[in-house]
């Protein structure tokens, strides 16, 4: 079963950039559907994008222009480019992997977008 490692959290200022980066292990990697979402106090957890194993993207509406998911199937790694954050980006950061039915989940990041 894969295993999801989070990286890149922290306090960033409203406007400014985070790249969060998710390193997972296992051997099928290139097979798994993989995601970022995202989940804010009390508030539920929400799609932030996910990239198919042939690399197609989709974003949430909110999200679109100004994040962008890559992976790199030879690292087995999954990164989330951030721009413009926003105090609404407030949030822990989950990297999620999908593959057949079973779904795996990080640990999760903080981001906290703050002045």
């Known amino acids: 079963q894969v295993q999801l490692a989070e990286s890149g959290g922290g306090l960033v200022q409203p406007g400014g950039s985070l790249r969060l980066s998710c390193a997972a292990s296992g051997n099928i990697f290139s097979r798994y559907y993989m995601g970022w979402y995202r989940q804010a106090p009390g508030k539920q957890r929400e799609l932030v994008a996910t990239i198919t194993p042939l690399g197609r993207t989709n974003y949430a509406d909110s999200m679109k222009g100004r994040f962008t998911i890559s992976r790199d199937n030879h690292k087995k790694m999954v990164d989330l480019q951030m721009n413009s954050l926003k105090p609404e980006d407030t949030a822990v950061y989950y990297c999620?992997?999908?593959?057949?039915?079973?779904?795996?989940w990080g640990q999760g990041t903080q981001v906290t977008v703050s002045s």
């Open positions: 999620s992997a999908r593959y057949e039915d079973i779904t795996t």
